[in-house]
């Protein structure tokens, strides 16, 4: 077996057990943990709230052989908590050495049709990666991922069958002590559904959302300027 | 091209340093004189300011459109947001990006666009919700100069470019060890970059 045997996920999504970030990172690290690693996850976005939960997270880092990290596309970038957390865990790693190689792994996911939106963000997660000292395991970047809503993803049917099968071979790489191949990548990449058929249901969902609200009307209202 | 001494124009400078970043805060400082030239200028030194992280609930797009639904002085930035002629992003380049103090504010931007979707050059982003949109400026601080961080804050920028709509952007890249004549040409280089001149 590897030597590489403790996965730690962080969910950085501040919608976080009913998020699709959820959903992505779990189905992942159950494979991790049938294949013989321990898994533990946190939620960073509450693990940020207090100094005591601060402490919790770098600890369970520390500890951690390989790392996932798993959040949604927040304007091109990673949302402002998990940019916090990075943060806090560079602050501490340039004050205290790493104890062994541990590595990163990352899956991002984004309201647009493109996966390839996602491109800037897993750059900055690469960087991170380099300027920490911690080895990057690749990573996974999915577009229009509104249809998972969420859901685990064995549940999410046939429109998810690209994704579990990128998150298949991830796991087998990351259990094999490589990173994330190129065709997971490419895998995960692939449209859940046609480009034209997101934009129409995405606009349709968010009229009906609004009608819900009651707010169908002043969809598109303005901040008065005065 | 517009001089700075000719116009009025409206800017707002978000300074996202963090505690330390005394460097930072310098070409705040330097930006905001050379700003003050051409109109009003308001710095946000948004360390300082207790503000809350997105929830991503999208109650700014459908429960309260266009404001978001947590009341805290983000508020008053997204309003400013909307109507600046000149929105400056400054940041400490952190990863190749923004610092926390400066994304904790931009996540919660979203309420200035709208939910629907658009074509821009064949990728799909939202559509603005507002007929004027300011120009961008996005300027990082580095310690020393680093291709790859540059790159990817670049990047970031231009990104950024496109999902707000702005008619113009630019970034600049500034260095600790820049003195402040050199930092004054690298933000008139950025304000060009925009159709800003300042003689």
Redesign the interface.
């Known amino acids: 077996m590897n030597e590489t045997n403790r996965a730690l996920l962080l969910v950085g999504?501040?919608?976080g057990s009913k998020?699709t970030s959820k959903a992505l990172g779990t189905y992942l690290l159950d494979k991790l943990r049938s294949g013989g690693f321990e898994t533990a996850d946190l939620h960073i976005?509450t693990s940020m709230r207090s100094e005591e939960s601060q402490a919790r997270l770098l600890e369970l880092v520390g500890a951690g052989d390989l790392l996932v990290l798993a959040f949604?596309l927040?304007?091109?970038?990673?949302?402002?908590?998990v940019?916090?957390a990075?943060?806090l865990l560079?602050k501490q790693r340039k004050s205290i050495a790493p104890s062994k190689t541990q590595r990163l792994a990352v899956i991002v996911n984004n309201g647009?049709?493109?996966a390839t939106?996602n491109?800037?963000a897993l750059?900055?997660?690469k960087?991170?990666a380099?300027?920490t000292g911690i080895e990057w395991a690749g990573g996974l970047g999915l577009g229009g991922g509104g249809p998972i809503e969420g859901k685990p993803l064995e549940d999410a049917g046939f429109v998810a069958r690209n994704v579990r099968k990128s998150l298949d071979m991830a796991a087998r790489d990351l259990l094999e002590g490589k990173a994330v191949s190129e065709e997971a990548t490419k895998l995960m990449a692939k449209p859940l559904i046609p480009?034209w058929l997101y934009?129409i249901a995405?606009?349709y969902g968010?009229k009906k959302?609004?009608k819900a609200?009651g707010?169908q009307d002043?969809?598109?209202?303005?901040?008065s300027?005065t | 091209m517009a001089n700075l001494g000719d116009c009025m124009i409206e800017a707002v400078v978000l300074n996202g340093a963090?505690n330390g970043d005394t460097k930072v805060d310098e070409v705040s400082e330097t930006l905001s004189s050379i700003l003050k030239n051409s109109g009003q200028v308001t710095v946000f030194q948004l360390r300082k300011m207790e503000i809350a992280?997105?929830?991503?609930?999208?109650g700014c797009?459908?429960?309260?459109?266009?404001?978001c639904v947590i009341n805290d002085a983000e508020r008053d930035i997204?309003?400013k947001l909307?109507?600046a002629d000149l929105k400056v992003f400054l940041t400490p380049i952190?990863?190749?990006?923004?610092?926390?103090e400066l994304?904790?504010v931009?996540?919660r931007?979203?309420c200035n666009i709208?939910?629907?979707?658009t074509k821009i050059e064949g990728?799909?982003?939202h559509e603005a919700?507002?007929e004027h949109n300011g120009s961008l400026v996005g300027i990082g601080v580095l310690p020393k100069p680093d291709a790859?961080?540059e790159t990817?804050f670049k990047?970031?920028v231009a990104?950024?470019a496109i999902?707000m709509h702005p008619p113009a952007y630019s970034t600049e890249i500034i260095y600790n060890d820049d003195d402040e004549a050199k930092v004054i040409e690298k933000i008139k280089e950025a304000l060009v970059g925009v159709g800003l001149k300042n003689e």
């Not at chain 1, 927040?74 to 908590?81: K, R």
């Not at chain 1, 002043?218 to 901040?223: A, R, S, T």
């Not at chain 2, 797009?61 to 404001?67: H, L, V």
Request: charged content about 25%; proline content about 6%; glycine content about 4%.
């Open positions: 999504s501040p919608r998020s976005q949604p927040y304007i091109d970038s990673l949302p402002a908590t940019i916090e990075l943060e560079a647009f049709p493109e939106q491109s800037t750059a900055i997660c960087r991170f380099v300027e480009k934009l995405a606009n968010w959302q609004a609200c707010t002043k969809l598109y209202d303005q901040k300027s | 963090r992280d997105c929830l991503g609930c999208f797009w459908i429960k309260t459109p266009g404001e997204a309003k909307a109507y952190v990863f190749g990006g923004y610092s926390y994304k904790k931009l996540d931007q979203i709208l939910p629907f979707f990728e799909v982003h919700r507002y790859e961080s990817i990047t970031l990104r950024n999902n």
